[in-house]
Structure formats: C-alpha cells, structure tokens
C-alpha cells in the first residue's frame, strides 16, 4: 500500500469515525500518531559502465547488482593464480567476536592469532603501500619473500616436530586420503583384471570358434 492510499483511508476513517455508531478501531491512533511518510529517503541511482550492452528494452544491466572491487581483490586474485595449492589449506574463516582484524599488527608479516595464509601476503601488502609509500609490485615481491620464509620455517619445524615424535615412539597412522587412495586402487586393480580376462575370453572367441565358455571365472558369465 502506497503513502497515498495510507494518508487517505486515514483521512477517511476520521471522518466515518466521527458517527457515533462508528467504533474506534486499535490501529487508529498509532497511525494517527505516527502518519505514513510523505517523503522517502533519497534514492541512489546506480552507475552504470558505459560500455554496458544496450538492446532494445534499454540497458540490460538497469536491474543487476553492481559489481563490487576492492583494492584487495586483485592481490588476491594474483596471489592464488601463483599458488594454487595455497587453497587446498583447510582455513578457519570464522571470527570469533567480528574484530579479528583488530588484533592483527601488519607491520609485521607473522600473526599469532591467524594461522599463515595468502591473506597474510595481502594484508602485509597494503600496510606497505599505505605506511611504506612502496608502489604495489614492489610491496607484493617482498611480502610474497616474507611469506617463503616463514612457510619455510612452518614446514621444517613440523618436520622436526614429526621426528621428535617418532623417536619417542610415536605410531602415525595412514591419513583418510591414504586410506581413501588405497581403497580406490583395489577397486581399480580389480576392475582391470576383470577386464582383461573379459578381453581375453573375447580375442579367443573370434579367434577359435569351439571355446568352452564354462571354464571362466562365475562372474564373467553372469555379464552380457
């Protein structure tokens, strides 16, 4: 229901309301009270690339969302395109209070309240460019740098944290990948053998037309 019709049914009742058979309804004296706006906020028209499509309903892009680009966005982008194994990482996105980013100290590449990430080259970029005065490539190179050496370091110290536990007796368990790709290459290998002896079966059947079909495995006779 548009302002008008709210202002005018009010202005109407008012009027009914004034016949002493009319009773007083709940509704009327909050939005006597408080009436409908007469005036709505500013609308903000969206802009538009120029370089949009137009057809001959007008431009196709009137009633689309715009696209949002923050300066981050690009080194991200970047970053993973360089490193695509960085995103098979498992990562924590969720905050605990919503304010993680006021924990963090980005003139300094390590944090030690979020785990090492591309994020980490990202934020240290910016920090460089914005206190440094370095231009953006120049800012991404030596975070990217920052960023070796303590994935680096990261990986040598689980390595001695592994051995450290092997030498005291410490028993590791195939992962669920391991397990996962040992399961997968029996079915596999079955599969295969399967298949071969079928093949087999086949190239002597067009090769001796007298075969005794009874003398291969049960499984292969119970295929078409």
């Known amino acids: 229901m548009s302002k008008h019709q709210a202002n005018s049914i009010l202005r109407k009742f008012a009027a009914q309301a004034k016949k002493p058979w009319v009773g007083m309804p709940s509704w009327y004296s909050a939005v006597a009270k408080y009436p409908p ?43 993973y395109q360089d490193h695509p194994w960085e995103l098979a990482r498992p990562q924590i996105i969720a905050e605990n209070d919503g304010n993680d980013h006021l924990y963090c100290d980005w003139s300094q590449p390590d944090q030690p309240r979020k785990a090492l990430s591309g994020e980490n080259v990202v934020q240290r970029t910016m920090w460089l460019t914005q206190y440094k005065k ?24 689980q390595r001695i944290a592994h051995d450290q536990a092997q030498a005291l007796g410490a028993v590791f368990t195939k992962s669920d990948l391991e397990l996962g790709h040992e399961l997968d290459q029996a079915v596999l290998n079955d599969w295969f053998e399967k298949a071969s002896q079928r093949s087999e079966v086949f190239r002597s059947k067009n090769t001796d037309p007298v075969i005794d079909i009874s003398s291969t ?4 006779q119970s295929k078409p």
Do not use: C
């Not at 495995?217 to 292969?220: A, H």
């Open 37 to 79: 706006v007469s005036q709505y906020l500013k609308r903000i028209t969206p802009l538009y690339s120029s370089k949009a499509r137009k057809g001959k309903n007008g431009n196709k892009e009137m009633h689309h969302p715009q696209s949002i680009h923050w300066p981050e966005d690009r080194l991200r982008k970047k970053f």
């Open 134 to 157: 370095m231009d953006v490539q120049s800012a991404y190179d030596e975070a990217r740098q920052e960023f070796y050496k303590l994935r680096a370091k990261q990986e040598i110290q």
């Open 217 to 220: 495995s049960p499984d292969l």
